[in-house]
């Protein structure tokens, strides 16, 4: 058995010698081509931490594992996520860790245009989900609609609902006769795809130096899943020279191509400041503030907050009118003859809880509002 382990950004062939150069795990149809290739049909072991990236690099691995003749074993060890799931959703067998995550969602992109274009953007949107779609119903035998609903939802799922959903077969360690040595499986690095506009920069700056391939390559379209990423550095033989294979740290990065290294951290800084107004603005919401204050400083999304706010004030709602009922029973109102006989005391107690649930509801419906406001950002 051959065992891979894969672990980075899921890129497209055309930017992959880009990230290898940078020091940038990352996975790639075509260094997981090569790795088919050295199997040979061999049965496969393959060890997957990614947070996802190019959507279209995700379906063409998928297409190569389901179309590999030797029998294909996908082991989660910490995340795999958006195009990740689909890559993993083209195994034989999909083992996860217990420590492990699951996550799917609708696929993004960056878009700039007129609304002709946006519109365009859209229905090829909706098509890549589509696709999405098609590999999670015949891994999971689930219905579409159950996972378009999932998909919206950017469901989170840990190894034991991953396996109730059918995302994965069995969760690792479940049996004695698991091999611990399994245990010392790389996670890999996480990290985020780099912009178009940064691509192109370093596209130019790298041919300068005769780094990649010399013709040009016309652009690919790029409909990525873009979440916190994580994924094993696989490098196609063809890009390996010395100076390639040598990784660039954050500070060299900096000091032999300032112009890049600012292009990159204006990218961050752009999308914090996104991220931080987007929280900010749903701090408007009742009891909001100290769930956004936590949300900014530990880094989560405007989506994962806007979610635990709804679920916040959904618990808030239902204990208070807990509260109106049983504070109604101990003071005994029900033994006191109300001024107006058609309204009892569990009529008003019923009215009380409908009244906190509509206000639940109201507030729900602003975040949402904020939250398309700011794109889910």
Not at 95 to 104: G, K, N
Not at 150 to 156: A, I, K, P
Request: proline share 5%.
């Amino acid at each position: 058995m051959k065992v891979i382990r894969l672990s980075g950004v899921v890129v497209g062939d055309r930017d992959g010698y880009i990230y290898d150069y940078y020091g940038i795990p990352n996975i790639s149809p075509g260094a997981v081509l090569q790795h088919l290739a050295d199997a040979d049909g061999d049965d496969l072991e393959i060890y997957l931490s990614s947070g996802g990236g190019n959507a279209s690099s995700g379906s063409e691995i998928f297409t190569y594992l389901k179309e590999y003749k030797g029998f294909v074993t996908v082991k989660i060890p910490s995340l795999a996520a958006s195009a990740a799931t689909v890559m993993a959703s083209g195994a034989d067998k999909v083992l996860i860790s217990p420590t492990a995550q699951f996550m799917i969602h609708n696929a993004s992109v960056w878009a700039a245009g007129n609304k002709k274009i946006h519109g365009q953007t859209y229905q090829m949107l909706e098509s890549v989900d589509e696709g999405m779609v098609n590999a999670y119903v015949a891994k999971t035998g689930r219905t579409a609609d159950e996972i378009r609903t999932l998909m919206d939802n950017e469901t989170f799922m840990n190894a034991q609902r991953a396996v109730e959903l059918g995302f994965a077969d069995e969760i690792m360690f479940a049996s004695d006769q698991q091999e611990q040595a399994v245990a010392s499986a790389d996670t890999g690095e996480f990290g985020t795809m780099l912009p178009p506009e940064v691509l192109d920069k370093m596209r130019v700056e790298l041919r300068a130096k005769g780094v990649g391939p010399s013709a040009k390559v016309p652009a690919e379209p790029v409909a990525n899943v873009v979440t916190p990423q994580a994924v094993v550095h696989t490098e196609p033989e063809a890009n390996k020279t010395k100076e390639v294979n040598k990784p660039m740290d954050i500070n060299e990065l900096k000091a032999s191509h300032p112009e890049v290294y600012a292009q990159v951290m204006a990218s961050a800084i752009a999308t914090e400041r996104d991220r931080i107004s987007g929280l900010q603005a749903l701090a408007k919401a009742p009891g909001a503030e100290a769930i956004v204050a936590a949300a900014i400083a530990s880094g989560k999304s405007v989506n994962e907050t806007s979610h635990e706010i709804v679920m916040a004030l959904t618990t808030a709602s239902g204990t208070q009118a807990e509260l109106h009922k049983q504070d109604a029973i101990a003071s005994q109102a029900a033994a006191v003859a109300p001024n107006d006989p058609t309204i009892t005391p569990e009529a008003k107690a019923v009215e009380e809880e409908a009244q906190a649930q509509k206000e639940a509801e109201e507030v729900r419906a602003e975040i949402e509002r904020l939250v398309q406001k700011q794109g889910g950002k």
